[in-house]
C-alpha cells in the first residue's frame, strides 16, 4: 500500500514535470516575442487544476493530515497546505489571463510571460519540497497499517489522471496529441 500510494504521487510528478517544461518552453518563446499556442498553454493549466488540485493535492493533505495527527514533532507545520493555496491562487490568475488573450483582449507578452516564469518556479520549488522532505518522512514514519488507513480515506479523492492514461477519454485531445508528437 505505502509504495503504491508514494508510486503514484511519484509519477504524477514526472507527468506535471513534462507539462512544466512545455510551458517553460512557451513562457521562452513569449519572452522571445515568437508565437505561442495558447490553447495549448490553457489545456495544460486546466489539467492542472482538474486533477493536480483536485486529486494530487487533496491526495497529498490528507496523507499530511494523517502524518501530523501521528507523528506531529516531523511534519512541517503549514508549508504543504500553504504552497497548495498559493499554486491553486496563481493557476487561477494565469487561467484568467490566458481566457482574456483567447477571447481577444490585448494583453502584454512580458505579463503572460512573467505569471507563466513565476508558476513553473512555484510549481517545481514545490515537488522538490515534497520529494526530498515530505515523502521520505512519510515513507520512513508511517506504518503499512497507516498506509492502509490512508487508503481507505483517500479512496474518494482519488480520480484517474484525465492525460496520462490508457482509455479514450476526449478530454485534453489536443494536449495529448501534442505530447504524443513531442515524443515521436
Excluded at 514533532?73 to 493557476?91: F, R, W, Y
Aim: aromatic share 8%.
Amino acid at each position: 500500500m505505502k509504495v503504491k500510494m508514494l508510486a503514484r504521487l511519484h509519477n504524477d510528478h514526472k507527468h506535471i514535470a513534462i507539462l512544466l517544461k512545455i510551458l517553460q518552453n512557451k513562457q521562452q518563446r513569449l519572452e522571445s516575442a515568437e508565437p505561442v499556442n495558447f490553447n495549448l498553454i490553457r489545456d495544460i493549466v486546466e489539467y492542472m487544476q482538474s486533477y493536480a488540485e483536485h486529486s494530487h493535492h487533496p491526495l497529498e493533505d490528507l496523507i499530511d493530515d494523517y502524518f501530523k495527527q501521528c507523528h506531529p514533532e516531523g511534519a512541517p507545520v503549514t508549508q504543504l497546505t500553504d504552497e497548495h493555496h498559493l499554486l491553486i491562487d496563481t493557476s487561477t490568475q494565469l487561467m484568467s489571463l490566458i481566457n482574456l488573450i483567447l477571447s481577444d483582449v490585448p494583453v502584454a507578452n512580458a505579463q503572460l510571460s512573467e505569471l507563466l516564469r513565476d508558476y513553473v518556479a512555484l510549481q517545481k520549488k514545490h515537488m522538490i519540497f515534497e520529494e526530498t522532505t515530505l515523502f521520505p518522512k512519510w515513507q520512513a514514519m508511517l506504518s503499512l497499517e497507516d498506509w492502509q488507513k490512508i487508503n481507505d480515506q483517500c479512496q474518494e479523492r482519488l480520480i484517474t489522471d484525465p492525460l496520462f492514461n490508457d482509455d479514450d477519454n476526449l478530454l485534453f485531445e489536443e494536449l495529448r496529441e501534442y505530447l504524443q508528437k513531442a515524443e515521436d
